[in-house]
């Protein structure tokens, strides 16, 4: 008899699209309900993948209550992972190495929350926690989710490696557009005031100013150069068809870096601005090409990733064979216990007090190093594959009931 | 018990210069310059305490105290994990100047001076402290120039291989100067009383130290940003290099 097994039926975004991945996404109530409903088992749901870890059968229903919810058969796109496979891939989950991004460090906070939101079983309980800390080691001994993954995030990166701290630089935001608005954001994330947002429709720059905390301004020469004499960082994602800021429009800059950042294609700021003293310029290009790299540099680390990953997976499969070992080992102690005890009985009104205790320490001795090397054995044995033999052979030859383990 | 602790020291910053290298082992390079610097402490303790005199007069000893003086602004303003390539700039030639001051004989505790020791510790102590925040102030400026060109070039690798930013650099570059000048003054005026009282003339590595304290003068006056000032560091450091080596024609002899 084995101990229960581990099972995922999942779907992710290597396998499914976002139309069906869509239709399958459970916020984390829903995603604890799906989960008590198959108990013991975690569901973990999010944009990228809906993944069901059970603790034993249900592996059919698992997979029925998927199609279920995706309202389509899934028999092509759902993935069912056993034991250690089933563990490696949480592992890899958790440490960010399955994410689209690798190193992404959102999907361990989205472990633990789907963990933490059902009361798994100890088997559940066990390789969630192993996933947790795993993702904390990853992201602590390797330098897999250190730099940015996106072009926002890199503009606001390279801000801060002029600037250190953004807190309280200011920004002025050319254009209403959305990679502007989420590089904008970005820098307000850390730290940086958005104090200026310049726009063709003043109605748009308002709306966006408003939302920022800044101040709408129209998208005229005066008004530029006003702003510009006033922040730090300047980030442009205009429509224009040509330049909007030229290089003989930026002011003197003789104490303060300015940082330019031109996410507009066709681009909005002229690039001999980058030659001007104490100016910085990068363009889509530049980003994308700094982007490029660090996801390069991501993926060498994944690579110290999957190792630490491979090494929590022997964990768990050390853990997983002595489940089967340890109830042998003390099903034989106590069938051992019951005979000595049952042999000591029969001596009760024979002898003295003083002899009993002799007797019951003296015996206890015997059993106990008749007992020690097959425990030592069983013990190095639950460490390979043939654990589960082992104690099957002692259940056999000891005639060990079932029931006692 | 002085040869004893010259060991520690060389393997301490040694390895230190050798580990900065890699980011995965800045942290052992960290401990490398922490243990090094407490080594090389003890090991000036017992100098100054076996010699009669002044130790450090000699070229090759007051090499040994320079070393020792420039870990020690390192460790206050430049050792933290975000300044590995500063580590990796100032720790090899570390090594190897403690290197030299040992081959020189410096880190021995039989040199000893003919000048009185107040005299020396005011002057050749603090002009020496003053060319560890200069030369200090140099490795800072030479990242920020490297850095500056890297940003100005938009390098794809700028984040991956990340110097700690712009504006820190500048900023610590300036303090280290404003820090060490106030000490150049002072140990330049104690060699001048000295002269005085002495009726002797200036020799050519006073009017060099001098003019070293008229170019970090000029950019503590004219604090000026960007690469100029970094350029101007650097020229202050090539001056203090230049008074560093004139200094073995036996400036105390």
């Given amino acids: 008899m084995t101990a229960a097994e581990l099972t995922l039926v999942g779907l992710s975004h290597h396998v499914a699209p976002v139309e069906l991945r869509e239709r399958v996404v459970l916020d984390r109530d829903e995603a604890a309900a799906f989960a008590r409903d198959l108990a013991p088992a975690v569901c973990l749901s999010t944009c990228n993948r809906t993944e069901l870890y059970l603790a034993g059968g249900q592996e059919d229903r698992a997979a029925a209550a998927l199609a279920e919810l995706a309202g389509e058969p899934l028999d092509g796109v759902l993935y069912r992972l056993h034991d250690d496979d089933a563990a490696l891939h949480l592992f890899r989950v958790a440490a960010g190495l399955d994410s689209l991004i690798p190193g992404e460090g959102e999907i361990l906070g989205q472990v633990r929350g789907a963990y933490e939101a059902v009361e798994p079983d100890s088997l559940l309980d066990r390789v969630f926690r192993q996933a947790i800390a795993l993702g904390k080691r990853v992201r602590s001994e390797t330098a897999i989710g250190e730099n940015p993954a996106s072009v926002p995030a890199a503009a606001a990166a390279l801000a801060a490696q002029v600037f250190g701290d953004l807190t309280g630089r200011r920004v002025l935001l050319i254009g209403a557009g959305r990679v502007g608005e989420l590089a904008a954001s970005n820098l307000a994330s850390r730290g940086a005031v958005i104090a200026y947002v310049a726009n063709r429709s003043p109605d748009a720059a308002r709306g966006l100013a408003d939302r920022f905390g800044g101040r709408g301004v129209p998208l005229d020469a005066s008004a530029l150069a006003h702003a510009l004499a006033d922040v730090d960082v300047v980030v442009s994602s205009t429509g224009a068809p040509g330049f909007v800021l030229h290089a003989a429009d930026v002011p003197a800059r003789r104490h303060h870096p300015l940082f330019f950042i031109d996410i507009a294609v066709p681009r909005d700021l002229d690039p001999e601005v980058s030659r001007l003293d104490g100016c910085f310029l990068y363009d889509i290009d530049d980003l994308e090409a700094v982007v490029a790299e660090t996801l390069a540099g991501r993926r060498a680390e994944a690579e110290r990733a999957e190792a630490l990953a491979a090494e929590e997976v022997e964990r768990f499969r050390r853990w997983r064979a002595s489940l089967d070992v340890v109830p042998a080992i003390a099903s034989l102690r106590a069938h051992a216990e019951e005979i000595r005890a049952g042999e000591l009985a029969k001596l009760d009104g024979r002898v003295s007090d003083e002899e009993r205790a002799q007797l019951d320490s003296v015996t206890s001795q015997i059993v106990n190093k008749l007992l020690h090397l097959p425990t030592v054995r069983m013990k190095e044995a639950a460490a390979t594959s043939d654990g589960i033999v082992y104690a099957d052979a002692l259940r056999h030859l000891f005639g060990l009931e079932d029931g006692e383990r | ?253």
């Fill in chain 2, 1 to 253: 018990m002085a040869e004893a602790l010259f060991w520690p020291v060389l393997i301490g910053y040694g390895e230190a210069a050798f580990a900065y290298a890699s980011p995965r082992t800045s942290r052992l390079a960290t401990w490398g310059v922490r243990v090094g610097w407490l080594a090389q402490t003890a090991l000036l303790i017992v100098q100054a305490e076996r010699t009669d005199g002044f130790p450090w007069a000699t070229f090759a000893g007051s090499l040994n105290l320079f070393v020792w003086l420039v870990v020690s602004t390192y460790l206050i303003w430049g050792c933290r994990p975000r300044f590995r390539l500063l580590g990796l700039a100032v720790m090899p030639p570390v090594a190897l100047l403690f290197l030299v001051a040992r081959i020189g004989g410096g880190t021995t505790s039989d040199a000893a001076s003919r000048y009185p020791n107040l005299f020396l510790v005011l002057h050749v102590g603090l002009v020496l402290a003053a060319f560890a925040g200069f030369t200090l102030a140099a490795a800072l400026a030479g990242l920020y120039l490297w850095e500056e060109s890297r940003l100005k070039r938009r390098a794809p690798d700028i984040l991956r291989l990340r110097l700690p930013p712009l504006q820190s650099l500048e900023r610590l570059t300036q303090r280290a100067i404003v820090v060490s000048l106030p000490l150049l003054t002072l140990g330049l005026a104690a060699g001048i009383v000295r002269l005085r009282q002495q009726g002797a003339s200036t020799d050519p590595l006073e009017w060099l130290t001098l003019l070293t304290w008229l170019v970090y003068g000029g950019f503590l006056v004219t604090r000026p940003a960007g690469r100029r000032g970094a350029y101007l560091a650097l020229a202050g450091f090539v001056l203090v290099v230049v008074s560093r080596l004139a200094l073995a024609g036996g400036h105390f002899t």
